[in-house]
């Protein structure tokens, strides 16, 4: 079993920055490859980043990119999603997902293809 507990979301203007964090406990964090997605009141969950074992590989939704970044310490067992640059429509519950053995080209989208979720973290931007 692995938990994922994610913090850092809050209320932030539009044009700020936030910092989510998800911490991860059980078994060992660099056999994962993480993701993070997030749901809109109303709206149904989608993708926003992933990152491969190593970190060697990193993938964005188009709504996001040149906006938010992903990373990962292993030694720290972290995944974090910096936002930068924030709209209101970023606003959302947000989702740390580890995928213990993904498969195809597309893994990284497929929330189905993830193992364990966290519990989520709201962010808020105002406009």
């Known amino acids: 079993q692995v938990q994922l507990v994610e913090s850092g979301g809050g209320l932030v203007q539009a044009g700020g920055s936030l910092r989510l964090s998800c911490a991860a406990s059980?078994?060992?964090?660099?056999?994962?490859?993480m993701g993070w997605f997030r749901q809109a009141p109303g709206k149904e969950r989608e993708f926003v980043a992933a990152?491969?074992?190593?970190?060697?590989?990193?993938y964005y939704a188009d709504s996001v990119k040149g906006r938010f970044t992903i990373s990962r310490d292993n030694a720290k067992n972290t995944v974090s999603l910096q936002m930068n640059s924030l709209k209101p429509e970023d606003t959302a519950v947000y989702y740390c997902?580890?995928?213990?053995?993904?498969?195809?080209?597309?893994?990284?989208?497929?929330?189905?293809?993830?193992?364990?979720w966290g519990q989520g973290t709201q962010v808020t931007v105002s406009s």
């Open positions: 997902a580890a995928d213990v053995n993904p498969r195809g080209s597309t893994w990284y989208r497929e929330q189905t293809g993830y193992d364990y």
């Open positions: 059980g078994r060992i964090f660099s056999y994962y490859y």
């Open positions: 990152i491969t074992r190593s970190g060697d590989t990193i």
